[in-house]
């Protein structure tokens, strides 16, 4: 599988909401996310840190993509999306997050998000 075709399924999980298969089958066990350049290692590090995350939402989160790219010879995927939410922990957040995505054997094994607070109204 190519990472383009990875990233689609992985896509089509997450919109479902399956959120426990997207761990299981698109991250390797010894991811490194970095979120804000702290460092967290292991896939149930990683999730237990996404599902609590997700747990705090209030309501639905908005999500708007803006770029998808692909490095096919380096095996590099890279989104930059536009996200709005209400969270029990941090409030009302409106950010713009860009995604780097390291990929081996069709799964991640390293991923980097640098999270850009927006001010204003959300990106509509």
Same mark, same amino acid.
């Given at each position: =599988? /190519? *990472?383009? @075709? $990875?990233? @689609? @399924? =992985?896509?089509?999980?997450q919109h479902? $909401? /399956?959120n426990s298969r997207v761990w299981q089958e698109y991250y390797t066990? /010894? *991811?490194v996310r970095r979120i804000g350049g702290h460092p967290l290692v292991g896939r149930d590090a990683c999730q237990e840190q996404a599902q609590d995350f997700l747990d705090g939402l209030l309501s639905p989160q908005r999500i708007d993509q803006l770029t998808l790219l692909f490095d096919d010879d380096n095996k590099v995927s890279f989104a930059e999306f536009d996200q709005s939410f209400s969270h029990k922990t941090h409030g009302n957040v409106t950010q713009r997050l860009a995604v780097v995505q390291r990929w081996r054997d069709d799964r991640i094994y390293e991923e980097t998000i640098y999270v850009m607070p927006m001010t204003g109204e959300p990106a509509s």
């Open positions: =599988m /190519d *990472i383009r @075709a $990875g990233y @689609a @399924a =992985m896509s089509e999980l479902q $909401g /399956d066990e /010894d *991811i």
